[in-house]
């Protein structure tokens, strides 16, 4: 008997809407339509001194629309006006709004099959804002205590040892 029946993981991803994607939600499914390309944007890596592309999709489905975030290759491959189906992709906040990205381990597939018969623009899920829960907060309680000279960087040469 198997105790776990019901919290067995499925073999096959439920294919999901827009409308009801959720903040930092992980191995997403969904089909969509490119509505609008975005500027290709150059982005430069700190560590590493490489230089990446990247380009914000606009895409809708018959629930909503969203914006899907694309690095390198996968910018020349996506065509406005074709429908996808992003498997194995995630949600991400950035600026505490909602993006859909294909990641390192997802997978971005033409669908020739399926059509809208009407895409949502009205719904814009990226307009929506959401609190990032991965973000700390600053201790606010007791302001004053930034300020206390005891925490000073001892480094820091004091004032009434500067020359003139």
Same mark, same amino acid.
């Given at each position: 008997?198997?105790? #776990?029946? /019901?919290?067995?993981?499925?073999?096959?991803?439920?294919?999901?809407?827009?409308?009801?994607?959720?903040?930092?939600?992980?191995? =997403?499914?969904? $089909? !969509?339509?490119?509505?609008?390309?975005?500027? =290709?944007?150059?982005?430069?890596? &700190?560590?590493? @001194?490489?230089?990446?592309?990247?380009? /914000?999709?606009?895409?809708?489905? *018959?629930?909503?629309?969203?914006?899907?975030?694309?690095?390198?290759?996968?910018?020349?491959? $996506?065509?406005?006006?074709?429908?996808?189906?992003?498997?194995?992709?995630?949600?991400?906040? !950035?600026?505490?709004?909602? &993006?859909? $990205?294909? @990641?390192?381990? @997802?997978?971005?597939?033409?669908?020739?099959?399926?059509?809208?018969?009407?895409?949502?623009?009205?719904?814009?899920?990226?307009?929506?804002?959401?609190? *990032?829960?991965?973000?700390?907060? &600053?201790? $606010?309680?007791?302001?004053?205590? #930034?300020? /206390?000279?005891?925490?000073?960087?001892?480094?820091?040469?004091?004032?009434?040892?500067? &020359?003139?």
């Amino acid at each position: 008997m198997n105790i #776990y029946a /019901d919290s067995e993981m499925k073999s096959e991803e439920e294919n999901k809407k827009i409308e009801d994607l959720q903040p930092l939600e992980e191995n =997403i499914a969904v $089909t !969509f339509e490119v509505v609008e390309k975005g500027e =290709i944007k150059d982005v430069y890596k &700190r560590y590493s @001194g490489e230089t990446h592309q990247v380009c /914000d999709f606009k895409v809708a489905d *018959d629930t909503a629309q969203i914006i899907l975030t694309l690095w390198q290759d996968d910018i020349d491959a $996506t065509e406005v006006g074709q429908t996808y189906k992003l498997e194995n992709g995630f949600v991400n906040l !950035f600026n505490n709004r909602l &993006r859909i $990205t294909k @990641g390192r381990s @997802g997978e971005l597939s033409n669908v020739d099959d399926e059509e809208f018969e009407e895409l949502n623009l009205d719904n814009n899920r990226s307009d929506e804002y959401h609190e *990032d829960p991965r973000r700390r907060r &600053r201790r $606010t309680s007791n302001r004053s205590d #930034y300020f /206390d000279p005891s925490h000073r960087n001892p480094r820091v040469q004091r004032k009434d040892r500067w &020359r003139y």
